[in-house]
């Protein structure tokens, strides 16, 4: 029987959400018996052509190279599939698209115009249609194991998109936001991660991007009351690893303009 | 008359972190050029980092690197700190060598077993050996899960780990979670001692360089995340005196920057061969027992660096089992600070070489300036030049068994290209 094609691909990213696949130690050999894994660069040297049944891809968009290599990487997966926060809304590197790229090429290297990269780093999504996206800044390994599951099934994944803050109440943590005063972005962070951060004493980051149908003006005007700093909470927005996911961006754009939070534009 | 010029593109290196290329130019049956090209590409992380936060640092570095995350906080905390004049306890500083061993174990458990044991054996991949090999497969993965474990505890999870603050930890863990570890690891030192000799026995290609060994050394212990940066030539120096006596340079072929010695204008090596080479007194009792039985004082053979792989996972596992054995005080979780205008360099040692960062910070607590220089930088000229010195015994071969050959060269060192800024690429070029 035709055992399903697996490819990984890699853009802009850090290894972190690929690893995920070598970090299912407990599984990893079962798993390699279920699907081919015909392209996966980082664990084999076995690289077979497409078609591939299904693609992961790691990473974002930033160089017009790989604005071509992605178009390529649609054309040959059946199902596409982005992992990780990268993938799905720009990653870190994306805080460069509220900058002066060039002036970011200048400050690391002494002659950019060897280097060919653009302006502003873009998830998958804004190049090619996606089947699916994990999200996460990295990826949840057991949720990994869930998508490719699912896909064998023929099903779709069961990821929820709820807030961490109901992971939090279900690992009994108790709330930093309302216990300390935490500038926590778990009410509007999609859960996943298994609410690791409040349970080590400090506040969400936001790693898992925006949860389903968050409302952040109003959670930003609710800390911006309790004395946070506007600045603070535009720089947190951004610098969640997925500051450029739409959520986000939009309303640390309006925190930034004078809009949104607290007082409207005045 | 001269041949027609003629390349070699290999258009995949796999199993590295990381995507560049290399290519060769053969003229006349002689290497001509040799370019690790990387193409990875740029993520400008010294550059957005400034203006942030310096709380914000050791989780923005870390996604610099998905397989050496902690080595990127480490690097970062320790020169903020120094920036900031912060001294952190003996118990944490005690914990952050424990995370440490986490990460060298995940990350040489996983180069051994699914990246570079397939080269000696002849498969692809770690996972195409799993039919022929399942026990070894199956211990090294079992190992790659201690290591993973013992980030889980310490830093909450083993990618991007979230525990990990200027002046500590957010949270100490608890002695019932460090303890739970001990039974697992005391198998696993045993595991690794194992690998160990396991791997020694491969067949090496007969190759050495008159390598200038580059690592962190320290008086009391083997060298983690302290100590002065040391040459095999006897330089000794404070990380702070990095620039000046190691400069970074860029090449037209690459998006990594590549460093040289100022005073040699040469090439050097950083990893797990010059850290055994140059602190080898300092490993614990069972890994220097192994170093001593099974890497030759003077080896300086860089596809063996598999077996220094080895002799450092036993000593990470020797490591943490002392320290978890011995129920770590788990006091206070982080050392307080205030903001001042400062500066601060330090060096670690990432499982891949050491890792320099320096921050200038500002008196509201804002980065001013970074510079972060990565172990594949470091080692990719002398990884040029070991091509160059290796390839001329296989220039009869075939293309694609030269092609092969340079992968493997370039594969020992573990390089993490995404770390140095993309895939690999080998290209031979014939002239």
């Known amino acids: 029987m035709h055992k399903p094609r697996l490819a990984v691909f890699k853009f802009a990213s850090c290894d972190g959400c690929q690893l995920s696949l070598l970090s299912l130690e407990d599984e990893l050999v079962a798993l390699a018996a279920r699907v081919d894994i015909a392209f996966f660069l980082e664990a084999s040297s076995r690289v077979e052509p497409g078609p591939y049944d299904v693609a992961l891809v790691e990473g ?56 060919a990269t653009l302006d502003r780093s873009t998830a998958i999504a804004e190049h090619v249609p996606v089947d699916f996206e994990l999200r996460g800044c990295p990826i949840n390994k ?32 108790v709330c930093i936001a309302v216990a300390q005063g935490a500038a926590c972005l778990g009410p509007v962070t999609q859960a996943g991660c298994g609410a690791i951060c409040p349970s080590y004493d400090r506040a969400c980051y936001g790693c898992y991007g925006p949860s389903h149908q968050p409302n952040v ?32 961006r939009q309303a640390s754009d309006r925190l930034a303009s004078g809009g949104g939070a607290e007082e409207s534009s005045s | 008359m001269s041949e027609t010029p003629r390349t070699i593109r290999v258009e995949a290196l796999a199993r590295v972190e990381g995507e560049g290329a290399l290519n060769l130019r053969v003229r006349d049956g002689k290497i001509e050029a040799v370019e690790l090209n990387i193409y990875e590409p740029p993520r400008l992380f010294e550059a957005l980092l400034r203006g942030r936060a310096l709380e914000e640092v050791p989780d923005i570095t870390a996604r610099i690197c998905g397989i050496c995350p902690v080595a990127y906080q480490m690097s970062s905390v320790h020169a903020l700190e120094r920036a900031l004049g912060v001294t952190v306890s003996p118990e944490l500083r005690q914990l952050r060598r424990l995370l440490y061993c986490g990460e060298w174990i995940e990350s040489h458990a996983l180069h051994v077993h699914l990246l570079h044991v397939p080269d000696f054996l002849g498969y692809d991949s770690g996972l195409a050996m799993a039919a022929d090999f399942p026990d070894e497969v199956q211990r090294g993965l079992r190992l790659k899960k201690h290591g993973s474990q013992l980030l889980d505890v310490l830093g909450g999870r083993a990618v991007h780990p979230i525990n990990v603050a200027v ?3 957010y949270r100490v863990p608890r002695a019932s979670e460090l303890a739970a570890l001990v039974p697992d690891f005391e198998w696993g030192l045993q595991a690794a001692i194992n690998v160990t000799r396991w791997v020694s026995d491969f067949d090496f290609p007969t190759f050495e360089r008159p390598y200038d060994f580059v690592a962190l050394s320290h008086p009391d212990e083997y060298a983690m995340c302290e100590g002065n940066i040391c ?8 990380a702070a005196q990095f620039a000046e006596h190691f400069r970074e340079q860029q090449v037209p072929h690459s998006t990594a920057l590549q460093a040289v010695r100022i005073e040699t204008g040469a090439t050097y090596l950083v ?22 039985d099974l890497l030759e004082r003077s080896c300086a053979n860089p596809f063996k660096s598999i077996v220094a792989r080895g002799i450092e996972i036993v000593h990470a596992y020797e490591e943490a089992l002392s320290i978890l054995r011995g129920s770590p005080a788990c006091g206070q979780s982080r050392m307080p600070y205030d903001y001042r205008e400062g500066d601060g360099a330090a060096a670690t040692e990432a499982p891949r070489g050491l890792l320099y960062h320096r921050y ?29 010195h290796f390839l001329p015994a296989v220039i009869d071969a075939s293309d694609d068994e030269i092609a092969d050959a340079a992968e493997r060269l370039v594969r020992s060192y573990d390089p993490c290209i995404s770390c140095a800024t993309h895939f690999l690429r080998v290209k031979v070029e014939r002239q």
């Open chain 1, 142 to 173: 057991e949720q990994l194991l869930e998508v490719l599951v699912a896909f064998l099934a023929g099903r779709r994944p069961r990821t929820p998109v709820h807030s961490v803050c109901l992971e939090c109440k279900r690992r009994g943590t």
């Open chain 2, 271 to 292: 990893g797990p061969l010059a850290r055994v080479q140059l602190n080898r007194r300092q490993l614990m009792s069972e890994a220097r027992q192994l170093a001593d």
């Open chain 1, 217 to 248: 003006d109003s959670l930003a005007a609710q800390y911006e009351a309790t004395g946070v700093p506007r600045e603070a909470l535009v720089a947190g927005l951004r610098g969640s690893f997925n500051g450029y996911a739409r959520e986000f």
């Open chain 2, 167 to 169: 002046g500590g930890f």
């Open chain 2, 231 to 238: 040459t095999s030539d006897g330089l000794a120096i404070d």
């Open chain 2, 360 to 388: 200038r910070v500002d008196a509201e607590g804002r980065v001013a300036a970074a510079d972060i220089v990565p172990p594949t930088s470091q080692n990719q000229g002398q990884i040029e030049d070991d091509l160059r």
């Open chain 1, 60 to 115: 974002s968009i930033t160089t017009p190279d790989d604005v071509q290599r992605i178009r390529q990487v649609r054309r040959d997966s059946k199902f596409l599939i982005t992992i990780g926060a990268c993938a799905t809304a720009g990653g870190i590197q994306a805080l460069r698209n509220w900058a002066d790229s060039e002036e970011f090429m200048r400050a690391v290297y002494a002659e950019p115009s060897y280097i």
